[in-house]
């Protein structure tokens, strides 16, 4: 975030993510941990391509993320992004070479071991279904991003079966909206374009993959850093006078938001307080 937008930018990004209450099931419960991993391997590559360092330390470090968690595979879309900033090193499509390469070794790896196939094969609920649940799961989760309240380590969510529904078609409607604006900002907000694809690249996995679990708080553990993109970025480009004043605001959420990981930190203590608030 510092070498896309200034280290303002970087600094109260790395804040904001480290103390946001949605992040505590991705470090509290233990089969989240390869989610952290994962992240770990992928903004270390990404860090490393960014200040020029050596790309094979790059391409080790999302090898790394991948045998973590194949979700690190979003990778491969986030380095594209750097293709529209002012990083020449990424530019070049040799650059990207060893990281698709590394890709493809992987999903032989784990086509091969079977590991793939089965995990296709499994008919949890028909695509249709699948996407339509998805799209209403974006909205929801731009809504535990952006109001961190009634988190849950099983939430209530409803599987939809079609496009035809209410609350379906109003999520489309909204999805289509940001996806408007975020083309129409491409030149003059570029961070709110950024960091939108950023978002919905993170998320492009659950719309893949079905998984018996419709929504699941650990998976925004990085697709958090392009909401931060885009409010943070979109802040920057504001005058001098106005991000001072809105330094008391920030300080503000920081405080808020800092309390709410204390509270649902101490939920995770046990078995019997994470169900009983489930």
Not at 263 to 274: A, H, K, V
């Amino acid at each position: 975030l510092a070498k896309w937008q200034g280290r303002w930018v970087g600094l109260w990004g790395g804040v904001l993510f480290a103390v946001h209450p949605i992040q505590t099931q991705a470090v509290n419960y233990i089969s989240s941990r390869s989610v952290s991993l994962s992240a770990g391997g992928v903004l270390l590559a990404m860090c490393m391509v960014a200040y020029g360092q050596r790309r094979l330390l790059s391409v080790a470090s999302y090898a790394f993320a991948l045998l973590a968690k194949s979700t690190a595979i979003v990778l491969l879309p986030l380095l594209l992004l750097y293709r529209r900033s002012n990083i020449t090193s990424a530019r070049s499509t040799w650059f990207h070479l060893p990281f698709w390469s590394t890709t493809l070794v992987y999903l032989l790896v784990i086509w091969t071991n079977e590991f793939l196939p089965k995990s296709l094969a499994q008919e949890v609920r028909p695509w249709t279904a699948q996407w339509a649940t998805q799209a209403k799961g974006l909205v929801f989760y731009a809504k535990l991003l952006l109001v961190p309240i009634g988190q849950s380590v099983e939430h209530a969510f409803v599987e939809s079966v079609g496009f035809g529904e209410p609350a379906v078609l109003a999520a489309l409607a909204l999805l289509g909206s940001v996806a408007f604006l975020a083309c129409r900002s491409l030149r003059a907000r570029k961070p709110v374009a950024l960091g939108t694809v950023w978002f919905l690249a993170c998320m492009v996995p659950t719309f893949l993959v079905p998984l018996n679990v419709l929504v699941s708080e650990h998976r925004l553990y990085l697709a958090s850093v392009g909401l931060l993109l885009v409010i943070l970025g979109t802040v920057w480009l504001c005058s001098g006078r106005q991000r001072t004043r809105l330094l008391a605001p920030a300080l503000v959420l920081l405080g808020l938001w800092s309390v709410l990981s204390v509270q649902r930190n101490s939920i995770w203590s046990d078995e019997y307080t994470l169900w009983s608030d489930a």
